[in-house]
């Protein structure tokens, strides 16, 4: 049984802050490798920022300065700080796992809303 359970999204103002959250069961934490998705209505999923077993991270262009990735192994928990958001940084958010034999694990999608 695994699981994928996000939390923090909802409603900010443009120039605010959220913290997104994404705590996995049912695997070996420790050995993927995580990354943060994002949807916006009527577009394709982007990725937006990935942190690797080791803890090395990459930032898609559009976010980068602005938003940071981190894990803690000893809480299988995954976050994306999100500062200075954007109205372009509104959609769902998905917490993604890939464990280095190719396996994939997608969470639900939460909801991050940018408006003033």
């Known amino acids: 049984q695994v699981q994928l359970v996000e939390s923090g999204g909802g409603l900010v103002q443009p120039g605010g802050s959220l913290r997104l959250s994404c705590t996995i069961s049912g695997i070996t934490f420790s050995m993927y490798d995580l990354g943060w998705y994002r949807q916006a209505p009527g577009k394709q999923r982007d990725w937006v920022a990935h942190?690797?077993?080791?803890?090395?991270?990459n930032y898609a262009d559009s976010v980068k300065g602005r938003f940071t990735i981190s894990r803690d192994n000893n809480k299988s928990t995954v976050w994306l700080q999100m500062n200075s958001l954007k109205p372009e940084d509104a959609a769902v958010y998905y917490c993604n796992a890939t464990s280095t034999w190719g396996r994939r694990i997608w969470g639900k999608g939460i909801l991050v809303t940018v408006s003033s």
């Open positions: 942190i690797t077993s080791g803890g090395t991270t």
